[in-house]
């Protein structure tokens, strides 16, 4: 952060590799080994962030940036919907993308913010492994109940 008598900068690396949701809209999906491998960066960050008292709240793959590198770094950005537990009681605002969203987030109720940080985490695993999200609802994209009520296998899975 930049700031001077007349401006205010944020400054942040240049993530080479675009966002992770690009890579996965390119593939379809991925293997077991990649999702792994960018699942346990993010599970990384997001744990970070959790013991400094931060929630995202709205952790998704547009919001994962990957550097350029062979092995691409993943990072974790877009912290406006964040909050910080030192600062702040539990939050209570419904915030978030659809997709990605807790059920207890939807409950118009003070909620932990770093336990729907995980369940954000959880989708965004399952797309990585599915290439689909898990309570879509294509004739209904902003309908909610699906995340609440329904879950359903996909017919493939890895092996154990």
Same mark, same amino acid.
């Given at each position: 952060?930049?700031?001077?008598?007349?401006?205010?900068?944020? @400054?942040?690396?240049?993530?080479?590799?675009?966002?992770?949701?690009?890579?996965?809209?390119?593939?379809?999906?991925?293997?077991?080994?990649?999702?792994?491998? &960018?699942?346990?960066?993010?599970?990384?960050? @997001?744990?970070? #962030?959790?013991?400094?008292?931060?929630?995202?709240?709205?952790?998704?793959?547009?919001?994962?940036?990957? =550097?350029?590198?062979? +092995?691409?770094?993943?990072?974790? #950005?877009?912290?406006?919907?964040?909050?910080?537990? !030192?600062?702040?009681?539990?939050?209570?605002?419904? @915030?978030?993308?659809? +997709?990605?969203?807790?059920?207890? !987030?939807?409950?118009?109720?003070?909620? =932990?913010?770093?336990? +729907?940080? @995980?369940?954000? #985490?959880?989708?965004?695993?399952?797309?990585?492994? !599915?290439? +689909?999200?898990? &309570?879509?609802?294509?004739?209904?994209?902003?309908? &909610?109940?699906?995340?609440?009520?329904?879950?359903?296998?996909?017919?493939?899975?890895?092996?154990?």
């Amino acid at each position: 952060v930049v700031l001077t008598p007349t401006h205010l900068a944020i @400054v942040m690396e240049y993530a080479a590799g675009g966002e992770l949701f690009e890579r996965i809209c390119g593939s379809g999906r991925f293997s077991e080994n990649e999702a792994r491998f &960018f699942f346990q960066q993010l599970l990384s960050g @997001v744990s970070y #962030c959790h013991s400094m008292q931060i929630c995202h709240r709205d952790l998704k793959l547009e919001n994962t940036l990957l =550097d350029g590198s062979e +092995a691409p770094r993943l990072k974790i #950005c877009d912290f406006g919907y964040s909050k910080s537990s !030192v600062l702040h009681s539990q939050p209570k605002s419904t @915030v978030g993308t659809p +997709a990605y969203i807790a059920p207890e !987030v939807l409950s118009r109720r003070e909620y =932990d913010g770093k336990v +729907a940080d @995980v369940w954000s #985490c959880g989708v965004t695993l399952y797309v990585m492994l !599915v290439g +689909a999200y898990p &309570f879509e609802d294509p004739d209904e994209p902003k309908n &909610f109940r699906k995340t609440i009520t329904t879950f359903a296998v996909p017919d493939f899975r890895g092996k154990p």
